[in-house]
């Protein structure tokens, strides 16, 4: 083994090893025991994947170095536990699709990559409300466990915070650059944190409410076709049911159960024709206004703060740097998602946030001057 495959062996005994601890810390984090066992399968296959990297490691003649979770599992392990399994699943999703994609190119990784791809389908399955053979009371309580309001609530956080620091902190030094006083630049920077907030909370409330409304038109038409012809129905989600893997005989045993249950028989149809859980409808308009506020108001307020207590240069000087701080936070962040780098991603997004604050400055200090001179 060559000095670049033992690199490559080493960041993959890592990576497996962090995906066992991020499975491990699902498994804890979920409150149905069937889905936590099968989390801890997928931990222990991890295991065994690093297992398998050691001993590669040890042929070769390397020391294994001791194993401590990386930022990001420990994260994403966190968010799990606080915010929810579902929080998280998009991106371990993601994560699979990359180690199976890495494998299909690493010596001798074929079944690694087979195993990951494996993951990979089983996560979405649960993340997509997908139940194969599951029927009864499982199917119930799969669907809509693992949905997030908006594909991937912590993206959705990320990102929510990013475009209030970035749209104010510009805001805020085209009027600084304008050579405004304090109390002009505060009513500008919090006028712009309000209205930004404001304006995504609406949007957002809107966009729920109005999917909420959909599914409410497109749920009384499956009620009014079940109970019209209850065997059309029937029919159809057999063949759902064939879609994923089941044979014929038993999809329409489970189909003709399902629907002998009227009650029973909309809920399922909802979720599985219109991809829809009664119970939630796309989840609450005001909660989902209410984050998007805040989320937006978060990042808002970093660039207006120092203006509170500093004036002048200063002010804008420690404006730029905090924001600065903010934005490397949030780069940082978004590498939870891409697993890039967390100084590139934290240094681009500085990069880019404050070349648009500078050029925002020089806007209004060339406005000022006009308008001044």
Excluded: C
Excluded at 211 to 216: A, F, G, I, M, W
Excluded at 239 to 259: F, N, S, T, W
Excluded at 334 to 350: A, D, P
């Amino acid at each position: 083994m060559d000095a670049k495959m033992q690199a490559t062996a080493l960041a993959s005994l890592n990576d497996e090893l962090n995906g066992a601890f991020l499975y491990d810390s699902l498994a804890q984090s979920e409150k149905d025991q069937r889905l936590a066992e099968v989390y801890r399968r997928m931990a222990a296959v991890e295991r065994k994947h690093a297992a398998t990297w050691v001993e590669r490691l040890k042929e070769s003649g390397m020391a294994i170095p001791g194993f401590k979770p990386n930022w990001r599992s420990r994260t994403l392990a966190w968010a799990a536990k606080h915010l929810g399994v579902g929080a998280v699943l998009p991106t371990v999703i993601g994560n699979e699709r990359k180690d199976s994609r890495k494998y299909a190119h690493t010596p001798g990784g074929a079944e690694m990559g087979a195993d990951e791809a494996s993951h990979n389908r089983l996560l979405s399955h649960v993340a997509m409300n997908m139940k194969g053979g599951m029927e009864g009371g499982a199917l119930a309580q799969l669907e809509g466990r693992h949905r997030t309001g908006g594909g991937n609530a912590l993206r959705a956080a990320v990102l929510g915070a990013n475009d209030g620091l970035v749209s104010n902190l510009s805001l805020v030094m085209g009027v600084a650059g304008a050579a405004l006083n304090n109390s002009a630049i505060l009513i500008t920077g919090f006028a712009g944190l309000l209205a930004g907030a404001i304006s995504m909370a609406l949007g957002e409330w809107l966009s729920v409410q109005s999917s909420r409304e959909l599914y409410n038109h497109q749920i009384s038409i499956e009620k009014a076709e079940l109970a019209a012809a209850p065997e059309e129905e029937a029919e159809e989600l057999a063949l759902i049911y064939e879609a994923r893997g089941l044979p014929k005989d038993e999809a329409q045993r489970m189909a003709q159960h399902i629907i002998s249950d009227p009650t029973s028989a909309l809920e399922t149809l909802a979720r599985e024709e219109l991809n829809v859980n009664p119970s939630e409808l796309g989840g609450s308009a005001w909660e989902a206004a209410l984050t998007s506020f805040f989320l937006f108001a978060i990042g808002a307020i970093i660039p207006v703060i120092p203006y509170v207590f500093l004036n002048g240069t200063t002010a804008v000087t420690v404006s730029m740097l905090s924001s600065g701080i903010g934005l490397f936070v949030i780069g940082a962040g978004i590498t939870l998602f891409t697993g890039r780098n967390v100084m590139y991603s934290g240094i681009r997004q500085v990069l880019f946030g404050l070349a648009a604050a500078v050029v925002t400055f020089g806007i209004g200090r060339l406005i000022g001057v006009n308008l001044t001179g």
